[in-house]
């Protein structure tokens, strides 16, 4: 069975910044592309980055230059690296990828930029 975890979520000031993690587990995890999406509130969910199998990435372009998606294949899991964190960044993040044509989600880590 399929599992993500995220963690590392929290309240952070403006211009601060935060690390988020999803341990990945039931797939055999070099194979998969992997992404991070958020939903703030009251808005619709959007994918924010994507690491692929062979580590390339894609960004949105509200984050590009400010977070960093990177992987560990040892340790099966995709890092977000958050930096200069602004409001519009409060939302719930999830890690999520597709395997034999179904979507797996972990069930989200909440970050707040506020003063």
């Known amino acids: 069975q399929v599992h993500l975890v995220e963690s590392g979520g929290g309240l952070v000031q403006p211009g601060g910044s935060l690390r988020l993690s999803c341990a990945v587990s039931g797939v055999n995890f070099r194979l998969y592309a992997v992404n991070w999406s958020r939903q703030a509130p009251g808005k619709q969910r959007e994918l924010v980055a994507t690491?692929?199998?062979?580590?390339?990435?894609n960004y949105d372009d509200s984050v590009k230059g400010r977070f960093t998606i990177s992987r560990d294949n040892v340790r099966n899991r995709v890092n977000l690296q958050m930096n200069n964190l602004n409001p519009e960044d409060t939302a719930v993040y999830y890690c999520?990828?597709?395997?034999?044509?179904?979507?797996?989600w972990g069930r989200g880590t909440r970050v707040t930029v506020s003063s």
């Open positions: 999520h990828l597709t395997a034999w044509g179904n979507h797996f």
């Open positions: 690491i692929n199998s062979d580590h390339s990435t």
